[in-house]
Each structure stands twice: as C-alpha cells, then as structure tokens.
C-alpha cells in the first residue's frame, strides 16, 4: 500500500550518549470512523466477500452491490441497518463533509502511532479520492442495527458484521468499530450491544471478552432459510 | 377461565348401536393473531414477566409499562420492533377493527378444536371487553424485527420472544405466532427469520427443528452491558 502507508519516519538522528536508548520514531497514521453512504457500497460489497472467505462460507454469499443497495440506507442511520466505515490515511482527514448523515454522528478520527508501516497489496481496490485529490483508503467496517430486550423494555444494537482487513489487523482498528458501536449506544440510551461469535475462534472471543462482553454459552441460534421459510409463504 | 371456555359441548345423545364409537363432538375455540397496540401493554408487560419467571431469569426483568410504552411503537410495524398478539375467544371475532395499523396486517383467524376445554386461572388480567361487549382473552405474543444477513444482502426477521401462556400451551398456538412471523417474512421477501433458544430446553429445540429451523451450534452470543457498556460513554 505506497500512497496509504504512514509518511516516512524523518531522518534518524544519531543516538544520543545515554544510558538507555529512546525508543523509535513511531510510524502515525489516521484513522477515522464515519457513516457509511450509498457510495461506499462497492467497497461494503468486497469487504463482505473477504469476511465470507475468511469464515470459509463464500458458499453462502449471495450478495450484490444492487441488493445492498436496495436494502441498506432506506432508514435513517441507527432507526435501522447502519454501517460505520473505517478509514485509514497518511495525512490529516479533510475537516469539511457535506453529506447530511453526517449531521447525526460526528465521525471519530484517531491518531494511530505503528510500530511497523502497513503494506497493503489492495490499497487500489480500497482507494477513495477526495475532491481536493486527498487519497484514504477503507481498513473496515461494521453493520449493526436496533435491536430489543423485552427483559430490559429497552432498545439495544445487534451488531451483524464487524471485519478488518487483513492487512490493518492487530493494531486496535477493529476494536475501534466496536468501541463506536457501544459508544453510540450508551449515548442513546440503549441497555445492550450483542452479536455472536464462532465458538473455534478463540482469538475473537478473546478479543470481545478483553472488550467488556461476556460469551453466553447457554444459547443456540435457530435460523428459517430458503426452502424452509418459503414454505410459510404457501 | 369460565368466560373464555369453549362453548358447552352438546348434551350427548345415546351412543349409537354401531360397533365403532363416534368421536366426541370436539370443542371449538378462536384465535386470532394481530398486531399489537400501545393499549396491549399492560398484557405484554405482564406476558414478559410470565417468561422470565418461567426462564427462572426474573432477576434480569426490569421493563416496566412505561419503558415499553416509550420503545414499542415509534416506528411503522415491521420496519422496528413489532408484537404480534394471540387472542383466543369461544366466539367468532367481530370483523371491524379501525386500528390504523390493521391496514399493514389483515389478523389471521383460525377455528381451533380442542380435545379438553382450557381452564384459564387468570382470565381476568387478560380480558379485552370490545366495544359490543365482546369478551376475548389474551393468550400469547411475539416480539420480532428486522435484522439483516450481509451474506445474503437482505434483512430477514429477528424473534426476541416467543410466549404462550401456559394454560394455552400445546394446543398449536407457539407455531400460530411463529409461523405468523415466517409469512410475513416470505411476503416482504426477506430471508431469514431467526432467533435463539436455551440449549437445555429439549422440548422447545424439537419444536422449533419440526417448524423447519436449524439449530447452529458453532455459534455463542456475545454481550456488553451494565457497567462495562456503561464505560464506553466516557
């Protein structure tokens, strides 16, 4: 990833004559959290695809740019299927958007210090020039929507999809997204934010658990598809 | 529950001198499914309550009237949260209703034969007086709404709860609701209708698996709330 990897560290300097040797430079990079728009499907599309490869469940993708075109921005964001896209760029995020969902959620930017610089060999496929010519390029991105707890008689998020690229893993992008979730929610009142997660994937589980969330391992999730539900339509 | 009883059975007349007794003369009852209205409430509060005491999980309960009230119905039926109620009634169900949201949901009906009459302890705190003087009792609900697979780039239905009071139960009123649900489904064109059970609860797996659902072991639900949702509005 040339044009989406950190600037270059500036021209070490000698090491100063002390006992203990100061510790690198950091390589920085920002990172913002924003609302997804319709544009941004092309990108939502493909990060899916990758998240269905890596569950190895490519067998079950059936979605288009079109369905979720169709389906995902027909509702105000947070009243229904919401998406937060996050981007990576080299340079200070440009302050001025016009697009009118960003009126009901302020996007997040952070100031991220690497300890290695990011090489992303997709970096053309996940590019989104600004009109000022700035380039950022799309790291990942979460779906949720409201959910209910009758228990609580309140609201909570479900969060449906949350995925990283592989090449920006493992330096806190993903928590991140799900930190914004869980923000958005207590700002709105909301009791919980749940999803699930595969019971072989050890490293997720650990992740969430480090992330505040306990694993419920009484429940099973029941799913009505194809066939089966069609037959309800008779 | 006298009111709500089927209709007397026939003074039985001689058992004829054939040499294969006829079947008794089966007892009938209504049921009608609808959407909810905020003056469904107070049945609903206490249906939810019903449920948490038989999940032994009343410690979790802490909804009230006002907090389903303030939650349940800002939005149009199955674009949010959305309740079905079941009504069960020895006489036919008056046919006019004004309810505005009865144009997004014709109720369904069905004529149910009962090999016992129902004894309804509570009939009381679940009779809905019409304004003809009809008398029809509340025996059930199902809370659902949208959720979304970004695999199938489609939303499907989410069930929260499933309840049917226990006087009512296994006379076919759970898979009423549920199959309620699924055809609404079908007719939206959505595809998923989804939910989770209690891995211990055999008898609700069985049902559920006969209604055409799978049950997905591999997956845990995850959940941030309380306290630790509490810390990410700092």
Redesign the interface.
């Known amino acids: 990833m040339a044009a989406a990897a950190p600037p270059p560290a500036p021209t070490p300097t000698p090491a100063p004559p002390v006992e203990h040797q100061p510790n690198p430079t950091p390589l920085t990079t920002f990172v913002r959290i924003r609302l997804a728009t319709p544009s941004d499907v092309p990108f939502i599309h493909k990060l ?1 695809h990758q ?2 490869v890596f569950e190895k ?1 490519t067998h ?5 740019q079109e ?2 075109s169709s ?2 921005f027909n ?1 105000p964001p947070f ?3 919401t998406v937060f896209i996050l981007e990576v760029s080299p340079n200070p995020f440009p302050i001025a958007t016009t697009h009118p969902t960003q009126t009901l959620f302020s996007p997040i930017v952070t100031l991220v210090n690497l300890d290695l610089p990011i090489v992303d060999d997709d970096s053309e496929g996940f590019k989104i020039v600004g009109a000022d010519g700035s380039e950022v390029y799309v790291g990942g991105f979460v ?1 949720f ?12 998020f ?1 969060v ?2 949350l995925f990283v690229r592989e090449c920006y893993r493992r330096r806190g992008f993903g928590k991140m997204l799900l ?1 914004a979730v ?2 958005q ?3 709105m009142g909301y ?10 994937n050890v490293n997720a ?1 650990k992740f ?1 658990e480090e ?15 194809g066939d ?6 008779d």
Chains 1, 2 share one sequence.
């Not at 929507?145 to 909570?156: A, C, D, Q, R």
């Not at 009791?191 to 072989?200: C, H, I, K, M, P």
């Not at 089966?228 to 339509?233: E, I, K, N, S, T």
């Open positions: 899916i998240m269905a469940l079950l993708f059936t979605a288009t369905s979720l389906t995902l509702s009243t229904s299927f779906l929507f409201p959910n209910y707890s009758t228990f609580l008689g309140k609201p909570g479900y449906e999809d930190s869980a923000k929610a207590v700002k009791g919980r934010v749940e999803w699930v997660v595969l019971d072989w589980i969430y992330m505040g969330a306990k694993v419920l391992q009484e429940w099973r999730l029941c799913r009505v598809t089966a539900l069609q037959a309800y339509g």
